[in-house]
């Protein structure tokens, strides 16, 4: 499909300051990674599979078309560097999966002879419940 090496070339990191508590640490340290990837400027793909992209990723996209994930799960830079690729890497594998097309089958006959008698069964049951009519 795509060439995750070719990709990462694409791909932009920032590191940033994580929120809540952490004390000295998180104050001192640049441990979040924010990963940006622009879709509509990627030379690696085509443009069924761009359109596709947009389509699936379009809640996620900025309105220029940029990707934005951040990570800050670990106190690591390097370990939220790397789980922010892995992460981008499945959301990207995932958009670009073409869901098959469903085929419609035919309903056998005898599953619907076997459906009529049962229901003719029932109506059966039901209708000798009833008081008979001495008229």
């Known amino acids: 499909m795509f060439y995750e090496e070719a990709i990462l070339h694409e791909l932009t990191f920032k590191a940033i300051r994580s929120?809540?508590?952490?004390?000295?640490?998180?104050?001192?340290?640049?441990?979040?990674?924010e990963l940006t990837f622009n879709l509509s400027e990627s030379l690696l793909f085509d443009d069924d599979q761009k359109e596709r992209l947009l389509r699936k990723l379009q809640n996620r996209l900025t309105k220029e078309g940029v990707l934005i994930l951040q990570?800050?799960?670990s106190r690591s830079q390097h370990k939220n560097k790397g789980i922010i690729i892995k992460r981008f890497f499945s959301i990207i594998?995932?958009?670009?999966?073409?869901?098959?097309?469903?085929?419609?089958?035919?309903?056998?006959?005898?599953v619907i002879?076997?459906?009529?008698?049962?229901?003719?069964?029932?109506?059966?049951?039901?209708?000798?419940r009833k008081k008979p009519n001495l008229d």
């Open 19 to 33: 929120s809540g508590s952490g004390g000295q640490h998180v104050n001192k340290v640049s441990s979040k990674v």
């Open 71 to 73: 990570c800050g799960e």
């Open 113 to 128: 002879r076997k459906r009529l008698k049962n229901k003719r069964n029932r109506s059966e049951k039901k209708a000798n």
């Open 93 to 110: 594998d995932t958009a670009l999966i073409i869901p098959k097309k469903r085929i419609r089958t035919k309903i056998p006959k005898s």
